[in-house]
């Protein structure tokens, strides 16, 4: 048998690690903080902060037996996946305005300028890095990472550590920020795709008249043109796309995770 002092100090350990296992889920999904331009040791410190700050305020909460490592794995995993609900809905928004990229990319045939993206860890062309760049941006200048961290501190008063369960609406809530993600897609390049369409109506009709000219050539001179010009006039719309949706798409995985508001969050 332990001593009295010997469990309240392994009780605040398991503690602390659970909130560090939530809150270290968070930080390895988030925009930036997730990306491999971010050393492992720079997240791992800030995760172990934060769960310091955090963790001394549950210490009086009484957590189930633990029997044997299992027992402990268990709860480890059902916090890591509150936290990395929270970060996966924001990485699967931020997919949608690279979707929006690589259809333009594709249209025009400007896919082949394929740059690195640290936040996926992949090569994606130039034009999702840019919209992507726009959406992160916009998401630091909202406040969104603000938003994500109320959501978890939250998530703590509801479901203390030691006590989280799998909301029975999260994977609902996954597939609804996944069809928002493709709504930002379509709503951010429709622009750019009506454009490309109407161009290459232009570069039929031209060789229909002029056969003689290379409508290949031609067609890719007009794209080069239009895909640049369309952008620089519509990427402040693709902006109020993304962050139209952003705050909806937070609120609802915060109703979930907190169990606030069972209702479906409508954001737009």
Request: a negative charge; hydrophobic letters at 60%; zero cysteines.
């Amino acid at each position: 048998m332990l001593s009295p002092l010997l469990t309240l100090y392994l009780n605040q350990f398991l503690i602390f690690v659970l909130v560090l296992t939530r809150i270290g889920a968070l930080i390895m999904t988030l925009p930036v903080l997730g990306g491999s331009t971010i050393p492992v040791q720079i997240r791992a410190f800030l995760a172990v902060a934060v769960a310091f700050l955090i963790a001394p305020l549950h210490w009086g909460h009484q957590l189930p037996e633990i029997e044997n490592m299992g027992a402990l794995g268990l709860l480890m995993a059902r916090e890591m996946i509150l936290g990395l609900a929270l970060g996966t809905s924001v990485m699967i928004l931020l997919s949608g305005m690279q979707l929006a990229g690589q259809v333009i990319s594709q249209m025009s045939g400007l896919s082949l300028a394929d740059v690195a993206n640290p936040t996926f860890d992949t090569t994606v062309p130039i034009l999702s890095q840019l919209l992507e760049s726009v959406a992160i941006a916009l998401f630091f200048l909202l406040g969104g990472h603000r938003l994500v961290l109320a959501a978890l501190l939250d998530s703590f008063t509801w479901l203390p550590p030691g006590a989280a369960t799998l909301p029975d609406e999260l994977p609902m809530a996954l597939v609804e920020v996944t069809a928002h993600s493709f709504h930002v897609g379509i709503r951010a390049s429709a622009p750019v795709m009506v454009a490309l369409f109407l161009a290459v109506l232009v570069v039929a009709l031209i060789s229909r008249t002029l056969p003689q000219l290379n409508a290949v050539a031609i067609g890719l001179n007009f794209n080069a043109i239009i895909v640049p010009l369309m952008i620089a006039i519509t990427i402040g719309s693709a902006a109020i796309t993304f962050q139209e949706e952003l705050g909806g798409v937070l609120q609802r995985m915060r109703d979930v995770i907190t169990d606030t508001s069972p209702a479906i969050q409508q954001t737009h």
